[in-house]
Structure formats: structure tokens, C-alpha cells
């Protein structure tokens, strides 16, 4: 789950990295408040999860006298489509320099890597593309508790040496936090020191729990109800609905659809064992997608019975066609109770997708 600036910043400040003053408004009202103990001169920023942020309007620049009409206007604007409901209100900080760390999981090595740029700011990503050396890479072992300094050595280049232990304490927030990105960009260096101008922080979804974060933000509705019944979802662009039991069989079906030139609305695996609960809240989940047509399940009985996948089907008692392909434990009964509901069971797999497809055209 990817933390907003705000919330990272609270974090790496925790670790004794230095962030700016700064405080988080709602209104526009709000800000006046606040300026005696910020400063005159502030910067304004959009809390919404968007990338390149700054350069679609969601960083603006203002003083006592402009404050208030900034943070209108900020809240005003819509970031990439994104409304913004919360502004960071900072000190603004006299840049001297921007500079860019990042550290992320290489998987290749299975190890954190740490990278590092001279050259940081908005432009990080066309500098990074146009110059591939202007990014330096190292891979740290996760065994060790610090970046030992010789690799520190080779990451900063001719860097300050001051910036060292803030990216040392950003490599803690990394293994603590159980991270899978934490990034500092602009990493910059001010008249006053080294300071975080902007953080980002994404949790490892798995580690949820540990990190004490008990609702996961990034999941829709749907994904946090897949979550719930344990099925693994994953929702796609198409209006085809896929229902299959095992990652491999639910797979193969999205190929076969995308093979005959379809579009799959999602990924969902009910897992083994599905009893008819399980396939009715599956069925009802996809349904509700509204982009949905037609759903195609398509399970191998063997643990599970195909009655059971029958009833949970019939239960569901959703709008979008339901075509069937089942095979395996009792599945001439999970035949004979679709049929008499007036639901389509084929034979194959090839079969079934095909019959969606008529559908969905
Ligand atoms: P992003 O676009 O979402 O990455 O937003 P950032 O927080 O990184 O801000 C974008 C750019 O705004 C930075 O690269 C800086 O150039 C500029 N900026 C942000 N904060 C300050 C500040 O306190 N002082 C000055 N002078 N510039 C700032
Ligand atoms: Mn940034």
C-alpha cells in the first residue's frame, strides 16, 4: 500500500530523516492559522497518489499574502483526475541542489537495491532514459543493518558526504518497514542542511498486519470482498467475467479468451475446495462489475464437486449470462441442476469461451 507524502514523511522523520515544517490542511481557510509557526514563504502540495505530480499543477509556490487564494485555487484543480482533498502547506526550502535516492527490491539479486542520482527533481525519469549512467546502483545484503561505506562510497560518487546518513536511515525505514519502494525525490541540500523535499513509501501488501495498517487503502471495494472470501482477484478492462479454480486453469482460460480476441474483465481463482457459498459470493462479485456480460466458470471438480459449484451458481441468481464448463466429481448431477435452471454447460473449455464470446459481441 503506497503511503501519502504526508504520512512517509511522518515516518522517515521518525528515523531522523529531516523533512520541512509543514502541516496538512483540509480548506482553504485553514492555512492562515498555521503561517506564523511555517514561515511566510510555503509551498503547497496535492496529497493524491499521482505520479509527476508537480508538473501537472500540483505543487504551487506562495506567501502570507497569496496563501489562502493558492490553496483555493490547489484545491480547486483535479492532479491527473484526481480531486485533492488534502494539501501539505511547508516551509519552502531555499534548494541548492536536488538530488534523487530510491531504494526498492532487485529481483533479480532478491536484495535491496539502492539507486542514485546527481541529478534529481521533476526531470528524473528523461534523465534517467537519456543517460543511463546517471543513475548508480547497489545492491545491499538485507543481512546487514547499514549500507557499509564503501558501497556508500560508490553510490554517492562526488556527492556530499552529508547525504550519506540520511540515506543510511532511509535504508532502515526500507528493511523496517517492510517496504518495497521508499524514495526520496528531491533528496536536497539547503544553506540549512540535507532535507526529504518529497517521499514516497509503498508497504508490501503481505505485511500489512505487522506494520499495523489494518485496511488496505489501494484495494478497491471489490478487491478488499475478494480479499475477505480469500479468492485471488484481479480486476482487467474487458467484459468477459472469469471464474476458475487454480491459478493455472484460470489462467488458461484468460489466454483462450485473449487467443479468440476477447477481453477478460478479470482474474478470479476460488481456490480448491469451492463449496457453494464460496462459487455464489464469487459469481456476485463479478457480476457486479458493470462492464460485465457474460461470465465464464470454469472448474475442474475434484475436492470440489460440481453440484455444489451448480448451486452456488444457481444461487447467485445474477443478470450477466453465466456460461459453465465443468468437469470431474459428480458432475453429470452439477449438469442436470444447471440445465433444469436453464443455464449452458459445455463440454470444453473451447467451447465455453467461444459461447462467451457470442455473448459479449
Ligand atoms: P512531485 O512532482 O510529486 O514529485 O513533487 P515534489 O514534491 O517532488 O515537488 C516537485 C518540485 O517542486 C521539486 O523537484 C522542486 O523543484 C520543487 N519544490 C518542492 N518543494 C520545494 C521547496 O520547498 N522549495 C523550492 N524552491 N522548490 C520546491
Ligand atoms: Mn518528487
Redesign the pocket.
Known amino acids: 500500500m503506497k503511503l501519502l507524502?504526508y504520512e512517509a514523511k511522518r515516518v522517515f522523520s521518525g528515523y531522523g530523516i529531516p523533512v520541512?515544517k509543514g502541516v496538512v490542511i483540509r480548506a482553504p481557510e485553514e492555512i492562515a492559522a498555521h503561517l506564523p509557526e511555517i514561515g511566510d514563504s510555503v509551498?503547497l502540495?496535492a496529497q493524491v497518489d499521482v505520479g509527476?505530480?508537480?508538473?501537472a499543477g500540483?505543487?504551487l509556490m506562495a506567501d502570507d499574502a497569496t496563501a489562502e487564494e493558492t490553496a483555493r485555487e490547489l484545491f480547486s484543480r483535479e492532479i491527473k483526475g484526481v480531486p485533492v482533498g488534502e494539501i501539505l502547506v511547508?516551509e519552502?526550502?531555499?534548494?541548492e541542489h536536488?538530488y534523487y535516492v530510491s531504494i526498492a527490491v532487485d529481483r533479480s539479486s532478491r536484495q535491496p537495491v539502492v539507486l542514485f542520482a546527481d541529478a534529481g527533481?521533476?526531470e528524473i525519469e528523461n534523465a534517467a532514459r537519456a543517460d543511463e549512467s546517471a543513475v548508480r546502483r547497489v545492491v545491499v545484503s538485507p543481512l546487514l543493518r547499514d549500507i557499509p561505506p564503501f558501497l556508500m562510497r560508490e553510490l554517492l560518487g562526488g556527492a556530499p558526504k552529508e547525504l550519506a546518513p540520511v540515506i543510511n536511515s532511509l535504508y532502515h525505514v526500507f528493511q523496517e518497514k517492510d517496504a518495497m519502494l521508499a524514495e526520496v525525490?528531491?533528496l536536497v541540500k539547503t544553506p540549512q542542511g540535507v532535507y526529504a523535499?518529497?517521499a514516497k513509501l509503498i508497504v508490501d501488501d503481505n505485511a500489512l498486519a505487522r506494520q499495523g495498517i489494518a485496511v488496505n487503502r489501494d484495494l478497491s471495494e471489490r478487491e478488499r470482498e475478494a480479499e475477505k472470501h480469500g479468492f485471488s482477484y484481479v480486476e482487467l478492462d474487458g467484459s468477459i467475467g472469469v471464474i476458475g479454480n487454480g491459478a493455472g486453469l484460470t489462467m488458461s482460460t484468460l489466454d483462450l479468451i485473449e487467443y479468440y480476441q476477447g477481453r477478460a474483465a478479470n482474474f478470479l481463482d476460488v481456490g480448491g475446495g469451492a463449496d457453494q457459498e464460496r462459487v455464489m459470493h464469487a459469481v456476485r462479485l463479478v457480476a457486479s462489475m458493470p462492464k460485465v456480460a457474460v461470465i465464464v466458470v470454469n472448474l475442474l471438480g475434484g475436492i470440489t464437486r460440481c453440484d455444489e459449484v451448480a448451486k452456488g451458481i444457481i444461487a447467485a441468481g445474477v443478470a450477466p449470462t453465466v456460461v459453465v464448463r465443468m468437469a470431474g466429481t459428480n458432475e453429470e448431477e452439477g449438469r442436470r441442476l444447471l440445465a433444469e435452471c436453464g443455464y449452458r454447460m459445455l463440454e470444453s473449455m473451447d467451447a465455453a469461451v467461444k459461447a462467451a464470446m457470442e455473448v459479449a459481441k
Open positions: 507524502e520541512p509551498v502540495k509527476g505530480r508537480g508538473k500540483g505543487v511547508e519552502r526550502l531555499a534548494i536536488e527533481g521533476v525525490n528531491p523535499a518529497d
